[in-house]
C-alpha cells in the first residue's frame, strides 16, 4: 500500500462516509427496513451491517487500484539481456527498448544475418549484439563475461528469454524424437542455463526475469510449415505413413498453416506486454499478450476439463480426418476379414 499516497486515503475515508449513510438511509426506510432488520437479528445486528460495509469498502478500494495503478519505473540506467533477436519478437523488443532508453544487449545466432545488422543499423550506440547459441554453454558463458565487463559494478536489470524453437509437425507418433530432443535443448535446458548464468548480476540490481512462451513462435512463416510437411512425408517409414494416411498429415498441415495466415502480424500487443512487465513496481506473475488470451487460458483453467477441452479443440484442432487405420471403413473391413477367417476356421474344425 505504499505506493498510493494521501489521494488515496482520503478517497476511502469518503467512501466510507458515502456507504455508511447510505447504509443508515436503507436501514431507516419502511419498506426495506423489516427485510434487513430481520436479517440483522437472525445473523448478529450490527455485525452484518459492519460486513456488507466491509465489503463494499474491500470493492472500492480495489476498483480504486485499478484505475489509479502506481508510476511505471524509468527505464534510463536499466540493462536488459534478450535472447533470439535474429527476427520476430526478440528483434522488435529490442529495438522498442533501445528507444525507449533501455541499455539493451541482444543475442542472436549470427552477427552478419540481415536481423543483427538491421538492428545495428536502427539501434543506438547503447545497443549490444552478442553473438549466442543458448545450447552452448560456452556461448553462454562468454555473453556473460562480455556484460559483466561492459556494466562494471551494476547488475543486470532483467533478462528477457524469448528465444525458442517449434519444429514438431503433427502427431506424437510422426514426430522425430531428434526434433522433440531439439525443442527441449532451445526452449528448457538453453533458457534454464541463461537465466543460472546471469541470476547473479539480476541479484545485484534486484531485477526480474520475463519468460516469453507461445504455441506458435513460426506462425507468421507460411513457407516454413510447407517444408516441414515435405520433410515428414519424405522420412516416415512406409508402414506408418499409410496408417494414417497422406491425406491426414496433408490437414495437418493446411491446419497450420491456416493458424499462420491468421497470424497478426502487429506486435505491438507482445511488446508493450514485455515493457509493462520490465517496468511495474510490482509486476504480476502472469502476463496474457493480445486480444482474448487471457479468456483463453481462464477457460482452460477454470472450466470443467471436459468443457475446456471441447473449447480447446473446437479452437485449435479442428481436424476432419481421422488417421487412416481408425477410419470406420477401414476398420469394418477388417472386422469383416477376422470374422471371414473365424468362418473359415469353423469350417476347417467341422471338415475335420
Wanted: a positive charge.
Amino acid at each position: 500500500m505504499e505506493d498510493y499516497t494521501l489521494p488515496f486515503w482520503v478517497y476511502l475515508l469518503v467512501v466510507t462516509v458515502l456507504v455508511g449513510g447510505a447504509l443508515k438511509k436503507v436501514l431507516a426506510s419502511h419498506l426495506l427496513a423489516p427485510p434487513l432488520l430481520l436479517g440483522a437479528s437472525v445473523l448478529g445486528g450490527a455485525p452484518l451491517v459492519l460486513m456488507v460495509l466491509l465489503v463494499l469498502m474491500v470493492l472500492m478500494v480495489l476498483l480504486y487500484c485499478r484505475s489509479h495503478p502506481p508510476a511505471d519505473l524509468p527505464p534510463h540506467g536499466k540493462a536488459v539481456l534478450i535472447t533470439g533477436c535474429d527476427s520476430g519478437f526478440g528483434q522488435a523488443t529490442a529495438r522498442h527498448l533501445d528507444s525507449l532508453g533501455f541499455q539493451v544487449f541482444a543475442t542472436v545466432l549470427d552477427l552478419n544475418s540481415s536481423g543483427a545488422k538491421d538492428l545495428q543499423r536502427s539501434c543506438s550506440s547503447l545497443l549490444t549484439l552478442l553473438r549466442v547459441d543458448i545450447t552452448q554453454q560456452s556461448h553462454v558463458q562468454q555473453a556473460l563475461t562480455q556484460v559483466q565487463s561492459l556494466l562494471g559494478p551494476r547488475g543486470l536489470w532483467a533478462l528477457v528469454n524469448n528465444a525458442g524453437v517449434c519444429v514438431n509437425f503433427g502427431d506424437a507418433e510422426l514426430s522425430l524424437m531428434s526434433n522433440f530432443r531439439g525443442c527441449m535443448e532451445v526452449n528448457f535446458f538453453g533458457t534454464l542455463s541463461v537465466t543460472k548464468c546471469f541470476l547473479p548480476l539480476l541479484r545485484l540490481s534486484r531485477g526480474r526475469i520475463v519468460n516469453i512462451s507461445s504455441p506458435a513462435g513460426q506462425s507468421s512463416n507460411s513457407e516454413y510449415w510447407e517444408q516441414q510437411h515435405q520433410r515428414l512425408l519424405r522420412d516416415l517409414p512406409p508402414a506408418l505413413l499409410q496408417d494414417y494416411g497422406e491425406d491426414y498429415v496433408t490437414e495437418t498441415k493446411d491446419l497450420f498453416k491456416s493458424h499462420a495466415s491468421r497470424a497478426d502480424p502487429d506486435l505491438r500487443p507482445v511488446i508493450e506486454t514485455i515493457v509493462r512487465a520490465l517496468l511495474a513496481p510490482r509486476p504480476r506473475p502472469r502476463y496474457f499478450a493480445g486480444p482474448g488470451v487471457g479468456l483463453m487460458y481462464f477457460i482452460s483453467s477454470y472450466l470443467p476439463e471436459n468443457l475446456s477441452s471441447r473449447f480447446l479443440q473446437k479452437l485449435f484442432v479442428k481436424k476432419t480426418l481421422l488417421p487412416h487405420a481408425l477410419r470406420k471403413g477401414i476398420y469394418l473391413r477388417i472386422n469383416n476379414n477376422n470374422n471371414n477367417n473365424n468362418n473359415n476356421n469353423e469350417d476347417e474344425e467341422k471338415l475335420k
